[in-house]
Each structure stands twice: as structure tokens, then as C-alpha cells.
């Protein structure tokens, strides 16, 4: 489990082919003191598992799924990442709750400056906006960023100067694809309430005129 607070960019030095799959090196930018073969670190949201380690650099396997499902199918070798190791009991939740299994794919569509600001507006697969809602959360390549306004089928953020500088979200251009992972207590009420409301709907569908006319409403 994760935060979302990103703990610092890392950089892709390798990726070979292993299998099916890749073996992936990525240098730090922190001392990875206290990690360990088996740990849990996020790379743009996707959690992934230690299998080498150095003092400032580990490596890990993408699996075919991983690779299919996020934008690792498209990095390459120099590529910068966000980092961030696994939540520790006790610690902090400066963020929100992020699991690191990336739910989609988005594209940016948008950067504006707004002052010393930023505006970033990034599709969303349709299968995921029901999800949404304005100042709700969002990972986004594994950055925990809340939502100022959701479209029919994309959503606005306002970023900070200090999130631009310590992310890669400062150098994404528009057409760049981000790994998203919506909130997954979001997720959660949504699948405890869908029965609910396809029920609320069927009966709002029979309320008619006809039906109010019929009972002596009208």
C-alpha cells in the first residue's frame, strides 16, 4: 500500500528482455537504506517488486500483464519514473490509499498555466469516470492529486509548483500517457451501491404521469 506522495524520480538504466517479460534497473535518487529483495516500491504508480538491490539502484521484473496494462510498454532506456516505497504501519497517510495496480491508461490533453499554477486535463477510459468526483482523489502515474473538475470524459487538476518539481509531471507534454489508479474506497461504494441504484432508476422510470394520474396524485 501506498500514499501517493512521491519519494523521489528515478531513472530507467536498463530494460531486458526476460521471458516474456523485462528485467528493469532504475537508479534512485535516495538512498534505498532499509529496503529490501521483496519490498514493494511504486514506479508511476505500479507497484512492483525488488528482486535486485544496490545502495541506489534496484531492479525488478515486468510481467506481460504489467507491461500490457500500463505505459511501461512504452519506456525506454533514460526515461525518469516516480518512486515511492510502500507504506510503513505508523506512518503518515499524506496522501490517499493507493494500491499500485493501475486501473487505466489516460493521455494528457491539456497543460495550462494558470499563474503559479498549473491546469493538466487528462482522458479518462470510460470504464473509470463513473468513479470520479470533483476534490476526490486520484493516482495519476503514482502521484496522489485530487480532482478540481470531472468532464464527460476527462478531469481537471490544478498542480502545484512544488508537485511539478519533485515528479515528472514537470516535463510531460500534451499526447504523453499516465498510469491511473482511481480511489479505491471510491470503488469499494460504488460496487456496494450499484444494485441500489439500478433499482432507484428502474422505479424513478415508473413514475410517469400515467402512474400519478392513476394513484390520485394528479
Do not use: W
Not at 3 to 28: A, D, H, M, N, Y
Not at 164 to 184: H, I
Not at 211 to 217: C, Q
Amino acid at each position: 500500500m501506498f500514499t501517493g506522495l512521491v519519494e523521489g524520480v528515478g531513472q530507467i538504466t536498463e530494460l531486458t528482455p526476460q521471458g516474456s517479460g523485462f528485467l528493469i534497473r532504475i537508479k534512485t535518487s535516495f538512498n534505498l537504506k532499509g529496503t529490501k529483495v521483496g519490498d514493494s516500491i511504486a514506479v508511476d504508480g505500479v507497484c512492483l517488486t525488488v528482486v535486485q538491490l544496490e545502495p541506489q539502484a534496484f531492479r525488478a521484473q515486468l510481467s506481460p500483464e504489467t507491461i500490457s496494462r500500463t505505459t511501461f510498454k512504452l519506456k525506454k532506456v533514460g526515461d525518469l519514473v516516480n518512486l515511492e516505497r510502500a507504506l510503513k504501519l505508523g506512518d503518515r497517510l499524506g496522501g490517499h490509499l493507493v494500491t499500485g495496480h493501475v486501473d487505466g491508461v489516460g493521455a494528457i490533453k491539456r497543460i495550462a498555466k494558470m499563474g503559479d499554477y498549473t491546469l493538466i486535463e487528462i482522458s479518462i477510459p470510460k470504464d473509470l469516470i463513473q468513479y470520479l468526483v470533483p476534490k476526490g482523489s486520484i493516482a495519476v502515474d503514482g502521484i496522489s492529486l485530487t480532482i478540481n473538475e470531472v468532464l464527460e470524459d476527462a478531469i481537471r487538476l490544478m498542480i502545484i509548483p512544488h508537485t511539478l518539481a519533485v515528479t515528472t509531471l514537470g516535463v510531460k507534454r500534451v499526447g504523453d500517457l499516465v498510469n491511473l489508479e482511481v480511489d479505491v474506497i471510491a470503488k469499494m461504494v460504488h460496487r456496494f451501491l450499484k444494485p441500489y441504484l439500478s433499482k432507484v432508476e428502474e422505479e424513478k422510470s415508473l413514475l410517469t404521469v400515467e402512474f400519478l394520474k392513476e394513484h390520485g396524485f394528479v
